[in-house]
């Protein structure tokens, strides 16, 4: 096995999506629309993805069932150049799946069903890490186990990667330190959380990632804010990346995984960390304006057509 680009490791499943006038309140028998089945996978396929198609030789690292939305993933991974030898498929659970419900400005909140990769074990995500040794970045998050996703992260840096951890879901205990993370990539919703500071609670970004990076000990932190754009923390500098308007705004559901992977990708084409999270706006911004997530990561060509027409 080589050396790769990027790993990822993080969860698939598959999205079932359906489109309400309004989010509900707890009680509430919310009728909805157009409820189906989409090109819609796990923070892990979705990232995996939009790297391949990006032209980033990728691998992922996950665990699924011997169904057919296990099948489902594997096949959207592999048709975008992704290397999937450590997909690995059991009988001993299925492949989850999550309902993201759509509001009418595109809005999204998202459930998450179980995932399969509770099965996945750290001796099965050591031994893809030893297979792939000198690949240079690692990328991670919650929708595998958070511990199981930590302990990986740490073996990663260990070996040599730099490392990448998304805390999404939001995480059951404390992180405690993160010394061995190079970017941790937030939304402002898991950065207040992570703090313990009410939703509500007024607080400026800027002072938001202060404070997370004084608690983890991580470098270089990415918060995005959705329609507000994103803030970026590396070291001491801090910076803001304004989100790019467009008409016709269809879903906003894979524009987070989205301008992660974007970012990643310039990194890895030897981008600085400024000029990539600018273009990864930009890339998000092309995202939203495509209905369902699989199909909104489109490749390198299109974004920089997209890019040049935003003039």
């Known amino acids: 096995m080589s050396k790769k680009d990027v ?10 999506y359906a489109y309400a006038d309004h989010m509900p309140v707890w009680g509430e028998t919310l009728c909805v629309t157009k409820w189906h089945v989409a090109e819609d996978g796990g923070k892990g396929s979705n990232v995996s993805v ?11 690292i996950g665990k699924v069932g011997n169904d057919p939305w296990g099948d489902l993933g594997e096949k959207w991974m592999q048709d975008a150049g992704v290397d999937t030898t450590y997909l690995y498929r059991t009988d001993e659970v299925s492949t989850g799946t999550g309902l993201i419900l759509i509001g009418p400005d595109g809005q999204n909140t998202v459930i998450d069903g179980d995932s399969s990769s509770v099965k ?7 031994a893809a890490l030893d297979a792939m040794k000198g690949t240079k970045m690692f990328v ?23 490392t990448l951890v998304n805390p999404s879901p939001l995480p059951e205990k404390p992180m405690g330190r993160l010394d061995y993370v190079d970017y941790l990539f937030i939304n402002e919703v898991e950065g207040r959380y992570i703090l313990d500071l009410p939703q509500d ?17 991580v470098p270089n932190i990415i918060m995005t804010m959705g329609g507000d754009g994103s803030a970026v923390l590396r070291g001491d500098e801090y910076w803001t990346v304004e989100s790019v308007k467009v008409e016709n705004v269809v879903n906003t559901a894979g524009a987070g995984d989205g301008y992660m992977a974007a970012t990643v990708a310039q ?34 060509g299109e974004v920089e057509e997209f890019i040049k027409s935003l003039g």
């Not at 595998?144 to 996703?149: A, F, G, I, K, M």
């Not at 609670?201 to 000990?217: C, F, R």
């Not at 960390?273 to 600018?278: D, R, V, Y």
């Open 267 to 300: 990194l890895i084409l030897g981008k600085d960390l400024k000029e990539a999270t600018h273009w990864a706006s930009k890339y998000a911004a092309l995202s939203v304006t495509i209905d369902g997530t699989i199909p909104a990561y489109r490749p390198m």
């Open 140 to 162: 991670t998050g919650f929708e595998v186990p958070e511990q199981l996703s930590l302990d990986a992260a740490r073996y990663a840096k260990e070996l040599g990667m730099v």
């Open 50 to 60: 939009a790297l391949g198609r990006l032209g980033i030789d990728t691998a992922y």
């Open 201 to 217: 609670s007024p607080i400026l970004p800027q002072d938001m990632l202060n404070k997370v990076q004084e608690k983890y000990g």
């Open 7 to 16: 790993i990822v490791l993080n969860s698939h499943g598959v999205g079932q």
């Open 120 to 126: 996945l074990t750290l001796d099965e995500v050591k």
